[in-house]
């Protein structure tokens, strides 16, 4: 059994009383930090966007960077994309399959498919796939940058590290984003009509025509922009977490971790809140 | 007792005539608890070499960050050829660095660029009316200068830290600066490499006619490349003045620090 004995002020440390710093119990302080802590680094989040809006509009535009990041954020990471979406379009023709067939809801199945993947799974899996592999690569590179002092030495030689770092990237990940999604979308409606085509003979034509019935652009567009901002969250906070970092080794990888963590979950909690601004001005 | 030695100028009391390149007034800088300087101040002329020495965690190179502007002081004023650096916006401060070089402490070559490029890398953003071939022509010239015109197409990684040390000056003076800035330049480097990078600051210095700032640790380096050497201890300039001046001084960290 736990002996719960309440803290007399006798059972205070003599050296404690008379300090200048006020005794504060640990229950207190441990609570009192990480809120203290988190609205710091929203502060800090907050000044770091205004520098980079300011770095960004004006020039000289650091074109050079953002074509190498077009291809580095963009162009490798569509691969990676692609195979998430393909995988996704399969699980959900096979799952979709199965439970409209319990319900002899089996000619909706095209539609289900081709709405959950333009909707939400496309663009979703799209922001989840780069907040893992763009997150984590902008992070650690800009960390290893920090802590080697190269992006001091950037500074040393009279160039703005968030115009020639920052700006480029961001802008390269809201850029990207809609494209990338664009990708995922097709390779899971692909792979969801291949799915069901094995099971039941029906041509590609078909099920575009049958899962397409009733949908307009609203349905398209929308959740396909979406994703610029979650391209927004990723790189501001991947680049944030990047530019901020201290310690060696250690804080790099503190920092690709961080970068994925919150970029994944600041893409959730956006998307929840993008859903519903979606369904009501695109109703 | 007086902590100064009385044979050396005093820190402050350095005149602020026309040659002086870069004065720093009365510096202090703290990171949350720590004090790591508490009231420096040093004055370098034009075409005179000052090394900062002292302890590790002195305050060495946050003082060199403070007079580039990567840091900013707490009080105090950080002067360029007369004009104050406090308070300036970030592209003004840009104006004044691109008269400023800086050999970082691990040289801090961008690891995506190659040596040639690591060179080219303020030219390219600061003399946009130079041709490629212009500056090529000019990048050759600057690893020449530093002894490495074979490894231009090298990645810093496949270069021994000397190497490094050597493209990192090469950078360093690629906008022609006339102050120039060295954070432990020969730290981390054998006895034979060190005494090729005094000997090429050293000619640098003749060639080149700028007003440097060394930080070091090294006694033997600063000796040979230094005008006047200024020690640092517990954020304050213990004192300041020729290696003979050090050398005779009765203050007891300066005795042991000679040691």
Redesign the interface.
């Given at each position: 059994m736990i002996d719960a004995k309440p803290i007399a002020i006798a059972d205070i440390d003599p050296s404690l009383i008379g300090r200048k710093t006020p005794f504060v119990p640990p229950t207190v302080s441990s609570a009192k930090g990480p809120i203290i802590e988190s609205l710091e680094w929203f502060g800090d989040l907050g000044l770091f966007l205004w520098q980079v809006v300011r770095a960004a509009v004006t020039p000289?535009y650091e074109f050079r960077e953002l074509f190498r990041q077009l291809d580095e954020i963009g162009s490798k990471s569509l691969p990676l994309v692609a195979l998430a979406g393909a995988a996704t379009g399969v699980v959900l023709s096979l799952e979709a399959r199965y439970s409209l067939t319990r319900f002899g809801a089996k000619s909706l199945l095209p539609a289900a498919i081709v709405f959950s993947v333009i909707h939400e799974t496309g663009p979703i899996i799209t922001g989840l796939v780069v907040s893992g592999r763009v997150g984590a690569g902008i992070g650690a590179e800009l960390a290893?940058?920090k802590v080697?002092?190269?992006i001091?030495?950037?500074?040393?030689?009279?160039?703005?590290p968030y115009r020639l770092l920052v700006a480029p990237r961001i802008l390269v990940c809201i850029l990207m984003l809609p494209l990338l999604t664009l990708g995922a979308d097709l390779c899971g409606l692909v792979m969801g009509w291949a799915a069901q085509a094995l099971v039941e003979p029906l041509s590609f034509h078909q099920f575009i025509t049958s899962g397409f019935k009733g949908a307009d652009f609203n349905d398209l567009l929308p959740p396909t922009f979406k994703t610029a901002v979650f391209g927004l969250i990723i790189g501001l906070i991947a680049c944030f977490q990047g530019m901020r970092t201290k310690g060696g080794a250690e804080g790099v990888g503190r920092a690709a971790t961080s970068s994925v963590v919150l970029s994944s979950l600041f893409v959730i909690l956006a998307d929840v809140v993008l859903v519903k601004l979606i369904i009501m001005f695109f109703p | 007792m007086d902590t100064i030695d009385q044979i050396a100028v005093k820190p402050g009391e350095a005149d602020v005539d026309s040659s002086a390149a870069v004065v720093a007034e009365d510096l202090h800088k703290s990171f949350g608890s720590q004090h790591v300087l508490d009231g420096v101040s040093l004055t370098v002329r034009r075409g005179e070499t000052l090394a900062v020495l002292g302890r590790s965690g002195s305050g060495k190179s946050v003082l060199l960050k403070l007079i580039i502007g990567l840091e900013k002081p707490d009080s105090g004023s950080v002067r360029i050829h007369g004009g104050d650096i406090a308070g300036l916006a970030l592209d003004q401060i840009g104006e004044i660095r691109k008269k400023m070089g800086f050999l970082f402490q691990h040289a801090a070559l961008y690891d995506s660029l190659t040596v040639e490029q690591n060179v080219a890398f303020p030219l390219q953003h600061h003399k946009k009316a130079m041709s490629s071939s212009e500056r090529e022509d000019r990048v050759r010239q600057l690893l020449a200068e530093v002894g490495m015109l074979d490894g231009f197409e090298k990645m810093p990684s496949d270069i021994s830290g000397g190497m490094q040390k050597r493209v990192g000056l090469a950078r360093a003076l690629a906008l022609e600066p006339d102050i120039l800035l060295l954070d432990e330049p020969t730290a981390g480097l054998d006895p034979i490499s060190s005494a090729e990078i005094n000997d090429l600051i050293l000619k640098l210095q003749e060639e080149h006619h700028m007003a440097s700032i060394v930080v070091t640790h090294d006694l033997h380096s600063a000796k040979t490349i230094a005008d006047r050497l200024a020690l640092l201890n517990k954020g304050t300039v213990v004192i300041e003045g020729s290696f003979e001046q050090l050398q005779e001084s009765d203050v007891e960290f300066v005795r042991e620090f000679l040691k």
């Amino acid at each position: 059994m736990i002996d719960a004995k309440p803290i007399a002020i006798a059972d205070i440390d003599p050296s404690l009383i008379g300090r200048k710093t006020p005794f504060v119990p640990p229950t207190v302080s441990s609570a009192k930090g990480p809120i203290i802590e988190s609205l710091e680094w929203f502060g800090d989040l907050g000044l770091f966007l205004w520098q980079v809006v300011r770095a960004a509009v004006t020039p000289p535009y650091e074109f050079r960077e953002l074509f190498r990041q077009l291809d580095e954020i963009g162009s490798k990471s569509l691969p990676l994309v692609a195979l998430a979406g393909a995988a996704t379009g399969v699980v959900l023709s096979l799952e979709a399959r199965y439970s409209l067939t319990r319900f002899g809801a089996k000619s909706l199945l095209p539609a289900a498919i081709v709405f959950s993947v333009i909707h939400e799974t496309g663009p979703i899996i799209t922001g989840l796939v780069v907040s893992g592999r763009v997150g984590a690569g902008i992070g650690a590179e800009l960390a290893s940058m920090k802590v080697t002092e190269q992006i001091d030495a950037i500074e040393a030689s009279s160039v703005n590290p968030y115009r020639l770092l920052v700006a480029p990237r961001i802008l390269v990940c809201i850029l990207m984003l809609p494209l990338l999604t664009l990708g995922a979308d097709l390779c899971g409606l692909v792979m969801g009509w291949a799915a069901q085509a094995l099971v039941e003979p029906l041509s590609f034509h078909q099920f575009i025509t049958s899962g397409f019935k009733g949908a307009d652009f609203n349905d398209l567009l929308p959740p396909t922009f979406k994703t610029a901002v979650f391209g927004l969250i990723i790189g501001l906070i991947a680049c944030f977490q990047g530019m901020r970092t201290k310690g060696g080794a250690e804080g790099v990888g503190r920092a690709a971790t961080s970068s994925v963590v919150l970029s994944s979950l600041f893409v959730i909690l956006a998307d929840v809140v993008l859903v519903k601004l979606i369904i009501m001005f695109f109703p | 007792m007086d902590t100064i030695d009385q044979i050396a100028v005093k820190p402050g009391e350095a005149d602020v005539d026309s040659s002086a390149a870069v004065v720093a007034e009365d510096l202090h800088k703290s990171f949350g608890s720590q004090h790591v300087l508490d009231g420096v101040s040093l004055t370098v002329r034009r075409g005179e070499t000052l090394a900062v020495l002292g302890r590790s965690g002195s305050g060495k190179s946050v003082l060199l960050k403070l007079i580039i502007g990567l840091e900013k002081p707490d009080s105090g004023s950080v002067r360029i050829h007369g004009g104050d650096i406090a308070g300036l916006a970030l592209d003004q401060i840009g104006e004044i660095r691109k008269k400023m070089g800086f050999l970082f402490q691990h040289a801090a070559l961008y690891d995506s660029l190659t040596v040639e490029q690591n060179v080219a890398f303020p030219l390219q953003h600061h003399k946009k009316a130079m041709s490629s071939s212009e500056r090529e022509d000019r990048v050759r010239q600057l690893l020449a200068e530093v002894g490495m015109l074979d490894g231009f197409e090298k990645m810093p990684s496949d270069i021994s830290g000397g190497m490094q040390k050597r493209v990192g000056l090469a950078r360093a003076l690629a906008l022609e600066p006339d102050i120039l800035l060295l954070d432990e330049p020969t730290a981390g480097l054998d006895p034979i490499s060190s005494a090729e990078i005094n000997d090429l600051i050293l000619k640098l210095q003749e060639e080149h006619h700028m007003a440097s700032i060394v930080v070091t640790h090294d006694l033997h380096s600063a000796k040979t490349i230094a005008d006047r050497l200024a020690l640092l201890n517990k954020g304050t300039v213990v004192i300041e003045g020729s290696f003979e001046q050090l050398q005779e001084s009765d203050v007891e960290f300066v005795r042991e620090f000679l040691k």
